[in-house]
């Protein structure tokens, strides 16, 4: 408080020294202006005089006007961002119908087919995900929106109850200017729920902000979407959270293999989930055996009219048949007939034996679907070969020599394939 007196009307006797300028306005009924010095402050004072008091009059300042004061006050807000990566599961499943398939050589009928058709399903299974990596960060603002420079002490930040560390890249305590601004950040793994607070301390006050934690979607999506592969060939594709079934048919035929691959092929085919890079996440393998109808390889020889079993002269079974010439003559070709007895062989073809102007000749046919591997035909004047001095009935030393007269012997080997009848 500032106190002027004066006595007289031209006088002002200043008391205490006031910090500011005064403009102060009294009623008297003569007008005039003073000016004082107030600790180096100069104040002036317009007085309208009407009324002088008998020659004496007290003036008096109760106020002055410092105007407003200086003050510390900080701003302080945050962020709060977290992020988590989600890993999609998946499973497979492969099948394949008929798990076994028979290949018949063709010509035996319809129930013995020659080709056949398998059909493979694979089913691809989302089994959910898993959530990892939780992080919470983010950033704290520090801004000086007071008069004063203000002397922070410390930033704490408590995330879910549990304070953590914060990066403000300054020592504390730590003057910030007025009309500054200080960044801090901060970062830390693992899944929490609740709220993070901060709390600015400075010499004068304390400053506060609050923000929930809200986990969103997953920042980082670990194979949503996933390749499948059959034996390295790409059969589609299967984004979560749904399942995909895939499948394809293949059709096999005897003709493919022949008899230079017949027996057992078994088929080992995989189906994999293959991941976001590459790598194979989930396998399934459905086996498929192909089984092929082998020949099985017979001796047969040529029968007809007037044939003579090799029986009871050699232990071998066969025949030898009489030729007259000029004549044409067809001759059964079993195969198998033990003791000559067609009742237990194989009818696999036919012989035509043709005998004209001394000579003879053989043609052999078979009927589907049997082969013939090897021939071996004897014509000659006696009913069996001549091994030196001894009859044989070996079909490695059959000969047909002509021209012939009179009648002819002939004999008729072969080295035949029949399905094999034990197949399945």
């Given amino acids: 408080m500032a106190v002027l007196q004066t006595r007289q009307p031209s006088t002002l006797v200043a008391r205490e020294v006031v910090p500011t300028l005064a403009a102060i306005q009294v009623g008297l009924s003569i007008s005039r202006h003073l000016i004082f010095d107030l600790s180096g402050l100069t104040a002036y004072a317009g007085i309208n005089v009407t009324d002088t008091g008998e020659g004496a009059w007290i003036l008096t300042i109760s106020h002055g006007c410092p105007g407003k004061p200086d003050y510390e006050k900080l701003t302080v807000s945050k962020t709060v961002t977290t992020s988590y990566t989600r890993t999609h599961n998946w499973s497979i499943a492969k099948s394949v119908d008929p798990s076994d398939i028979y290949l018949y050589m063709p010509g035996q009928g319809a129930n013995k087919p020659s080709q056949a058709t398998a059909t493979w399903t694979v089913d691809v299974t989302y089994e959910g995900y898993t959530d990892s990596d939780w992080n919470v960060s983010g950033t704290i603002t520090i801004k000086n929106t007071g008069t004063l420079d203000a002397v922070i002490t410390g930033v704490e930040d408590v995330l879910a109850g549990t304070s953590i560390s914060v990066n403000c890249g300054v020592g504390f305590p730590y003057t910030l200017p007025k009309g500054s601004t200080l960044t801090c950040t901060y970062s830390e793994d693992g899944y929490v729920t609740g709220s993070n607070v901060v709390t600015v301390t400075t010499e004068r006050a304390t400053y506060s902000d609050e923000k929930p934690i809200v986990w969103g979607a997953p920042t980082k999506e670990i194979n949503k979407t996933v390749t499948i592969k059959d034996n390295g060939t790409e059969l589609g594709t299967a984004t979560a959270p749904n399942d995909a079934q895939f499948s394809y048919t293949k059709t096999f035929e005897w003709g493919d293999y022949g008899e230079a691959n017949c027996g057992d092929h078994t088929y080992a085919n995989t189906a994999s989930v293959i991941s976001d890079n590459g790598e194979v996440l989930a396998s399934a393998t459905a086996t498929l055996t192909v089984h092929v109808q082998c020949y099985v390889y017979e001796t047969a020889y040529g029968q007809g009219s007037g044939s003579i079993c090799f029986i009871p002269t050699f232990s071998n079974w066969g025949w030898t048949t009489p030729i007259a010439p000029g004549s044409t003559t067809v001759l059964d070709l079993w195969a198998g007939a033990g003791q000559c007895d067609t009742g237990k062989g194989t009818p696999v073809g036919s012989v035509e034996v043709t005998y004209y102007n001394g000579y003879v000749t053989a043609y052999y046919s ?59």
């Fill in 366 to 424: 078979v009927s589907s679907p049997h082969i013939i591997k090897e021939t071996h035909f004897y014509a000659g004047t006696t009913p069996f070969p001549k091994f030196g001095k001894s009859y044989t009935v070996a079909p490695g030393q059959y000969t047909n020599k002509g021209p012939f007269s009179g009648t002819v012997y002939v004999i008729a080997h072969a080295k035949v394939g029949i399905p094999d009848p034990n197949f399945r």
